[in-house]
């Protein structure tokens, strides 16, 4: 059975910190991407930053920059999604999402569509 589970969201302060986790099974992490989506009430869904397990390679979206890092524990089949300097406007609900054969790039642009994803984790940046 292929799960994604998310973890670690949760209410902080503007300008803190959270980490977010993605443990994946049930598929071959190796041939995939793993990304970070976030959805916000009335807004689009947008890509927020990817990782190819392949190459290495990362993708973040230009709202991220500097303040997020993406990171992968392959012995754990787990990604993890550091942010830092957390706004308001980043709150939303975050999910992760697994794509084979594609690059981090691609997937962060939502140019293919992902092959799974998780159920999402809430994350709330108070003023």
């Known amino acids: 059975e292929v799960q994604l589970v998310e973890s670690g969201g949760g209410l902080v302060q503007a300008g803190g910190s959270l980490r977010l986790s993605c443990a994946a099974s049930?598929?071959?992490?190796?041939?995939?991407?793993i990304g970070w989506f976030r959805q916000a009430p009335g807004k689009e869904r947008e890509g927020v930053s990817c990782?190819?397990?392949?190459?290495?390679?990362?993708y973040f979206a230009d709202s991220v920059k500097g303040r997020f890092t993406i990171s992968s524990d392959n012995a754990k089949n787990t990604v993890y999604l550091q942010m830092n300097s957390l706004k308001p406007e980043d709150t939303a609900v975050y999910y992760c999402?697994?794509?084979?054969?594609?690059?981090?790039?691609?997937?962060?642009?939502?140019?293919?569509?992902?092959?799974?994803r998780g159920q999402g984790t809430q994350v709330t940046v108070s003023t």
């Open positions: 990782i190819s397990m392949s190459d290495g390679g990362t």
């Open positions: 049930g598929f071959t992490f190796d041939d995939h991407a």
């Open positions: 999402a697994a794509a084979a054969y594609t690059t981090a790039q691609a997937m962060g642009l939502m140019r293919i569509p992902y092959d799974y």
